[in-house]
């Protein structure tokens, strides 16, 4: 969002409630942070997107792999996995998938040094209908570039950064939005069509941002907790406050282990710090995916579910299933041995943090009321694009020739004691941020400061 003006309000215009060094301040903030994070809001917008629509592009990619014409007797799931090693002796099954529907074609999951296929079997007749690198599959690509671009760690870390000073881009363009006259809905609510371009691409900028900020906001902060570092702090939270995983789950004592469920299976956000309890061997006795699948079946798992093999003598069968409501998500650790359910983790035995997260994320995701969810989520993926567009046209337009065009710093410094404890606040609540707090003070003080060139640039 932007200025109405190209300077801020005066007292006469603004009255008590404007005080004019926090709206430069807040200006300047706006411009520059609008101007660096836009390109990334972009991206995450197209590729969000683009996401949300992931069960029908890859039934359309996929429709041969998936479909098989349902028969009255189903191949047990032992049966099936051995097919899918026969055909790939080089790797090992580490995951089976049962179709969710009596059409839907059965998943083995098969690992060969450092890479993950998916072998789809045909549940009735045997015949393996194809193969998948797990990692080479569009959406999983596009899931990659949408969370990391692509880059790890440090991809990861970027789009951290960028969704959290998002939210300060929302927070500052209210501010600067915030109607200077009662009364007045030109401009505030609605677009001025007929007062010269400038004033056309400020509208089309800060209104549409205005009526959009909510679904921005609530998609940036559902985001979020796939994160690397912000995320895994409130997962912390979550999870070692006590409030994460109740003594109910365990079926016996609550498990020591130092690993946790992300380590051997795809689980749902709230059960990945989960620790894994261990199978206790035994003598002449080890239960079979057959088993596995049959207690999935008794506890009323979801349908589309995983099982996870174990990954050694001590490992357990992890189910997991990644469901469209929250409400449907579980995970279940069984030992290996005796088939006993070791524990039993379900949306109900979430804590209060637990629950909104897991329900923010499918929100997120467009799945968890279906069709209206994912055209919801796509109308504000396109409105985010809409106003970087907008916002870089206003900017271009009162750009001078020479210099970045940005609002000039406030002179009065003695206001900015004012806007020291928001920027504490941010600094802290979004670690990364403070970083960059920092990073750019350093810069500008030491830097271009020192640079005429670089000063004239920044300040034109």
Same mark, same amino acid.
């Given at each position: 969002?932007?200025?109405?003006?190209?300077?801020?309000?005066?007292?006469?215009?603004?009255?008590?409630?404007?005080?004019?060094?926090?709206?430069?301040?807040?200006?300047?903030?706006?411009?520059?942070?609008?101007?660096? *994070?836009?390109?990334?809001? &972009?991206? %995450? !917008?197209?590729?969000?997107? #683009?996401? +949300?629509?992931?069960?029908? @592009?890859?039934?359309?990619?996929?429709?041969?792999?998936?479909?098989?014409?349902?028969?009255?007797?189903?191949?047990?799931?032992?049966?099936?996995?051995?097919?899918?090693?026969?055909?790939?002796?080089?790797?090992?099954?580490?995951?089976?998938?049962?179709?969710?529907?009596?059409?839907?074609?059965?998943?083995?999951?098969?690992?060969?040094?450092?890479?993950?296929?998916?072998?789809?079997?045909?549940?009735?007749?045997?015949?393996?209908?194809?193969?998948?690198?797990?990692?080479?599959?569009?959406?999983?690509?596009?899931?990659?570039?949408?969370?990391?671009?692509?880059?790890?760690? *440090?991809?990861?870390?970027? &789009?951290? %950064? !960028?969704?959290?000073?998002? #939210?300060? +881009?929302?927070?500052?363009? @209210?501010?600067?939005?915030?109607?200077?006259?009662?009364?007045?809905?030109?401009?505030?609510?609605?677009?001025?069509?007929?007062?010269?371009?400038?004033?056309?691409?400020?509208?089309?900028?800060?209104?549409?941002?205005?009526?959009?900020?909510?679904?921005?906001?609530?998609?940036?902060?559902?985001?979020?907790?796939?994160?690397?570092?912000?995320?895994?702090?409130?997962?912390?939270?979550?999870?070692?406050?006590?409030?994460?995983?109740?003594?109910?789950?365990?079926?016996?004592?609550?498990?020591?282990?130092?690993?946790?469920?992300?380590?051997?299976?795809?689980?749902?956000?709230?059960?990945?710090?989960?620790? &894994?309890?261990?199978?206790?061997?035994?003598?002449?006795?080890?239960?079979?995916?057959?088993?596995?699948?049959?207690?999935?079946?008794?506890?009323?798992?979801?349908?589309?579910?995983?099982?996870?093999?174990?990954?050694?003598?001590?490992?357990?069968?992890?189910?997991?299933?990644?469901?469209?409501?929250?409400?449907?998500?579980?995970?279940?650790?069984?030992?290996?041995?005796?088939?006993?359910?070791?524990?039993?983790?379900?949306?109900?035995?979430?804590?209060?943090?637990?629950?909104?997260?897991?329900?923010?994320?499918?929100?997120?995701?467009?799945?968890?009321?279906?069709?209206?969810?994912?055209?919801?989520?796509?109308?504000?993926?396109?409105?985010?694009?809409?106003?970087?567009?907008?916002?870089?046209?206003?900017?271009?337009?009162?750009?001078?020739?020479?210099?970045?065009?940005?609002?000039?710093?406030?002179?009065?410094?003695?206001?900015?004691?004012?806007?020291?404890?928001?920027?504490?606040?941010?600094?802290?609540?979004?670690?990364?941020?403070?970083?960059?707090?920092?990073?750019?003070?350093?810069?500008?003080?030491?830097?271009?400061?020192?640079?005429?060139?670089?000063?004239?640039?920044?300040?034109?």
């Amino acid at each position: 969002m932007n200025e109405a003006n190209s300077k801020p309000p005066s007292s006469a215009d603004a009255g008590k409630r404007f005080n004019p060094t926090i709206y430069q301040t807040l200006w300047r903030w706006h411009f520059y942070a609008g101007l660096i *994070i836009a390109p990334f809001l &972009v991206l %995450l !917008a197209v590729t969000g997107g #683009i996401y +949300l629509f992931k069960p029908q @592009i890859e039934e359309l990619i996929y429709h041969d792999y998936y479909h098989v014409k349902p028969q009255k007797e189903k191949l047990s799931p032992e049966q099936q996995t051995a097919v899918a090693a026969t055909r790939y002796p080089d790797g090992k099954v580490v995951r089976y998938r049962p179709g969710e529907h009596a059409s839907r074609s059965s998943e083995v999951g098969i690992a060969a040094g450092d890479s993950t296929y998916t072998v789809y079997v045909n549940p009735y007749s045997g015949k393996v209908m194809g193969k998948l690198d797990d990692n080479q599959k569009f959406m999983n690509q596009l899931e990659a570039l949408h969370g990391e671009l692509m880059a790890g760690v *440090i991809g990861d870390r970027i &789009v951290e %950064l !960028a969704a959290c000073w998002s #939210i300060i +881009l929302i927070i500052t363009g @209210i501010y600067l939005w915030w109607p200077r006259k009662r009364g007045k809905l030109r401009g505030i609510l609605l677009p001025r069509l007929s007062k010269g371009k400038k004033i056309l691409w400020r509208d089309l900028h800060a209104v549409p941002a205005f009526w959009l900020s909510a679904g921005m906001f609530f998609l940036i902060i559902t985001g979020l907790p796939w994160s690397g570092l912000w995320g895994n702090t409130v997962q912390h939270l979550a999870t070692n406050s006590g409030i994460g995983y109740p003594p109910s789950i365990w079926i016996g004592e609550k498990p020591v282990s130092d690993v946790t469920a992300k380590e051997v299976a795809d689980v749902p956000w709230a059960a990945e710090h989960m620790a &894994v309890p261990e199978s206790r061997r035994q003598k002449d006795m080890k239960i079979s995916i057959d088993d596995a699948v049959g207690i999935a079946e008794e506890r009323n798992v979801h349908p589309g579910y995983n099982v996870f093999f174990p990954q050694d003598a001590k490992g357990v069968y992890s189910l997991s299933v990644f469901s469209p409501r929250a409400q449907d998500e579980a995970t279940v650790h069984i030992d290996q041995y005796t088939g006993g359910v070791l524990a039993d983790y379900r949306f109900q035995d979430y804590g209060a943090l637990g629950k909104i997260i897991a329900m923010g994320i499918t929100l997120h995701k467009g799945s968890q009321f279906g069709f209206i969810n994912q055209l919801i989520g796509l109308a504000i993926c396109i409105g985010i694009v809409g106003v970087s567009v907008s916002g870089f046209i206003l900017w271009r337009k009162r750009k001078p020739k020479s210099g970045l065009g940005a609002p000039p710093a406030p002179k009065n410094k003695k206001s900015m004691k004012y806007l020291a404890g928001s920027m504490l606040f941010f600094g802290l609540f979004f670690p990364l941020v403070g970083l960059s707090l920092i990073v750019v003070w350093l810069l500008e003080h030491f830097v271009i400061r020192r640079v005429s060139a670089l000063k004239s640039f920044f300040s034109a």
